[in-house]
């Protein structure tokens, strides 16, 4: 870690600007007012702007920052790749504290600028997972507490329902769902999954008829004490769920309903682009910046 974060990008804004540009600009600047890419030039002088460009087709100024969650920050660009690099290698998540201590900034800088990175993580691919002889393994859980229910006895309908999708030796999708019910989670799967699949869950009542929608379905009777017979198993998103539940418990310690999809696009990110998947941290920071771009948060929409 010491190592990575020495890195020139990460230390240098002048090298964070080369950095975040050969990244999003392969072929050269893109005016972000126009989209022009030939009459395009860099501007100098002490006085100027770091990663300043104008265009000489709309007469405009733009950096690389325009258009991407970067913009209208007062941070260096370096601060934000140190922590889009710690957010991105941190399996169970980095506290705004620890982002705090470690960038030097206020704890409100450290929070929103977190939130505006795992806005970056969320998935836009509506690619549905498995496809022939592919495993997808089905599951929902529950956290934290929702907004103006009252804490029942042993019951789920306080919590916040959560329902992921992991396919074997591949990436996570998870959504945060109303009800756990069939009507509600039906038609998710349909639309997630590829028809070809062999489906693996639990016995829930829910995914009794799977078997008729998708290629093939597998169900582990957890309640009788069956955890796996041979490639049936929910194994593997149960270790997903590990991982999101230490991290929102011992990390995160509380989560509003209103940014659960954030937290749970930076586990499904974290967890698409593990090292298992030949994905280091360097890499996994290079993916999230390809995220960047439109996915501007404001602090308003946020709090």
């Known amino acids: 870690m010491a190592n990575a974060l020495s890195a020139p990008h990460l230390n240098n804004e002048d090298a ?11 072929n050269g600047p893109v005016c972000s007012h126009c989209g022009e890419t030939e009459r395009v030039s860099r501007m100098g002088g002490k006085a100027t702007r770091k990663g300043l460009h104008k265009c000489y087709k709309c007469r405009k100024q733009f950096t690389v920052r325009q258009g991407t969650i970067f913009e209208s920050s007062h ?24 982002l705090q201590r470690m960038l030097g900034v206020t704890l409100k800088t450290a ?8 806005e970056a993580m969320r998935d836009g691919d509506l690619f549905p997972f498995g496809g022939e002889g592919e495993i997808v393994e089905v599951d929902e859980t529950y956290i934290g507490k929702r907004k103006g229910y009252l804490m029942g006895r042993g019951g789920v309908q306080h919590k916040l329902k959560v329902l992921s999708l992991v396919q074997r030796s591949g990436p996570a999708r998870s959504i945060v769902v109303d009800k756990v019910d069939i009507k509600t989670i039906i038609p998710i799967l349909e639309k997630n999954i590829a028809q070809e699949s062999h489906v693996m869950t639990d016995e829930h009542g829910i995914y009794r008829h799977l078997g008729t929608i998708f ?13 796996a ?28 309903e209103k940014h659960l999809h ?8 974290r967890y698409s ?27 308003k929409a946020c709090v």
Request: one cysteine or more; charged letters at 20%.
């Open 229 to 256: 017979c041979g490639k049936t198993h929910t194994n593997t998103i149960e270790g997903f769920f590990s991982i999101f539940k230490r991290g929102m418990r011992g990390i995160y310690q509380h989560c509003s």
């Open 16 to 26: 964070a600007f080369a950095y975040v540009e050969a990244r999003l600009w392969p």
């Open 273 to 299: 682009n593990r090292a298992a998947l030949e994905c280091g941290d360097g890499e996994r920071a290079d993916r999230l910046l390809k995220g960047i771009v439109g996915r501007r948060l404001t602090y």
């Open 262 to 269: 954030r937290y749970l696009a930076e586990f499904d990110f």
């Open 215 to 227: 290629g093939g379905h597998g169900m582990v009777r957890h309640q009788v004490g069956e955890y």
């Open 75 to 98: 941070l260096p660009l370096n601060v934000w790749l140190q922590a889009i690099f710690l957010i991105a290698s941190s399996k169970k998540g980095i506290s705004s504290h620890q």
């Open 111 to 118: 929070w929103f600028l977190s939130h505006r990175i795992r």
